[in-house]
């Protein structure tokens, strides 16, 4: 699958003029709220038109304002969760989930509602009404009903921010798999950079109505400080294979291309690929292998860049055996310890900052394509 | 308890209101649906107009909306000139015209009541259905409909019991022939210009009351058996 999308829309003292293509599996939309990022998806969906513009599917042009098409919302088949999930109140779960199943071209039909019921966990919920389901139900009736229209995109916008932290939780496994396991992709709008650093392959950093970069997860995240502040900060994301535990420290030992590491409340049985997010400002440099240390994950690498971070610090880039790893310093450390690309130097991270929240586990992925 | 038995004449009379309030309601009902719908979703230029012109019977002194209905559907008038050639539908002096009449003064209480109640419905939950893949067709169907159906019932029961109580426009427009025309109101009124009629005519006003009542237990019945169903989120 391949979207493509290049749409120019005013309202209201608002101009949006994005273009941005993704065959990744779970595109992120991600920047400030009022960047533009429901509205670039209302325009995906049809629910809204662009002044002038092209949006396609694969082959499939839905809108091309040159050519004057615009195909229907109704003719899209692209699903839409909504933050508020509009579930219809007239109906029980049952009937809500197979509302769109007959609209889809029999040929198309390709959603199997056992397989979905039971990946989302709402099998026991069918013969409720709307009203009588908690929230984290709803948010999963809602992706259910729109998966079973078996649409060829499936749009999330915000689906986790009415929830509270609990319920967050109790949804992201589910995303997960949808992303790993089911052949729709996704584009998902969020703000959140811990959400995004866990769910996105590909990610299309937005802001004032504009795309500000884009790309694979790995090669937007850690620019993230240079890009916009206050969507979050930079951070590397780095696969791990999971390879013993240290029950007496209550520590895991992992291994990525770059070398082993041992992080804290990892809970993953051996083996397991998990991708985990570094924040770039826990990252420390070193010229030298530090000795008698605190911080138990070293990686020897070279800097490969250095950007600079308003007036006193840099984001420095690191190749450490494949894996890239960003580190925020100050431009006084970078100066002293006279980085320049190609420079060897020492990367260490200290095992407590690490963040389980934005660990995602890898299914049934490629790990080649989390890397590309 | 011999003043209660109606005479047949006064049943001829309780049956005919109740034919023509039927007809003058099922029939007027797609139409006033689709201009309820229009008027609650539409965006056209001469939606005030259209409007105005739903609501004129409410207004008109219904003498005036039973001359014009004579004027335009009486035998000479334009179109019903037009339809008696043509399709042989008559109105003028029939109990079709009387049913007309009513349908026309009960069309602006039901188009209210039925734009009140669709205007009431979330569009978020149609744009939803869009994305499911629903025509805007269906979509009215089984999302639009089913969630303002007791404000659609309760403009047919409205239409209904304006086309029980019509006089002014039905005696101007089909006057007041026993049998063809003479609805109940019109028949208390026969009565009350008649010595000795009182007793005639309170008989009816009893029957007119027991329909009113029994519509109106009906309708609220149903709008709670509605209300049970769906659960409000």
Known sequence: MSLEVSVQ?????????ATFAS?????????????????????????????RGRIAIDNTVLVDTDARIAVPIYKRRIGYVFQDARLFPHLSVRQNLRFGRFFAPRTDRWADEAAIIDLLGIGHLLDRRPGMLSGGEKSRVAIGRALLASPRLLLMDEPLAALDDARKREILPFIERLRDELKVPIVYVSHSAQEVARLATDVVMMRDGRVLATGPAEAVLPRLDTLAEESGESSSLITLTVAEPMPEWGLTRLRSSGGEWRLARVQAAAGTKLRVRIR?????????????????NVLEGAVTAIAPLGEAEALVTLDCGGDAITARVTRLSADALELSPGTPVF?????????????????????????A | MDWLQLSPEEWSAVRLSIKVS?????????????????????RFPGKSVLNGIVHLPLILPPVVTGYLLLLSFGRRGVVGGFLAEHFGIVFSF?????ALACAVMGFPLMVRAMRLSIEAVDRKLERAANTLGASPLVTFLVVTLPLSLPGVVAGAILCFAKAMGEFGATITFVSNIPGETQTLPSAIYTFTQVPGGE????????????????ALVASEAFARRIDRRFTVE
């Open chain 2, 94 to 98: 029939r109990w079709t015209g009387a």
């Open chain 1, 23 to 51: 065959a990744g599996r779970l595109t992120a939309l991600f920047g400030p709220s009022g960047s533009g990022k429901t509205m670039l998806i209302n325009l995906i969906s049809g629910l809204m038109r662009p002044d």
């Open chain 1, 280 to 296: 770039a400002r826990d990252v420390m440099l070193s010229r030298l292998r530090p000795e008698q240390s605190s911080a138990l």
């Open chain 2, 22 to 42: 039927s007809w003058a309601t099922l029939a007027s009902l797609p139409l006033g649906l689709a201009v309820a719908l229009l008027l609650a979703r539409g």
């Open chain 1, 347 to 371: 990367a260490v991270v200290k095992s407590v900052s690490f963040d389980p929240a934005s660990t995602a586990a890898i299914r049934g992925v490629p790990s080649a394509d989390l890397l």
């Open chain 2, 199 to 214: 007793t005639g005519a309170l008989r009816l006003t009893a029957v007119s009351i027991v329909i009113a009542m029994a």
């Open chain 1, 9 to 17: 829309r005013a309202v209201s003292g608002f101009t949006l003029d």
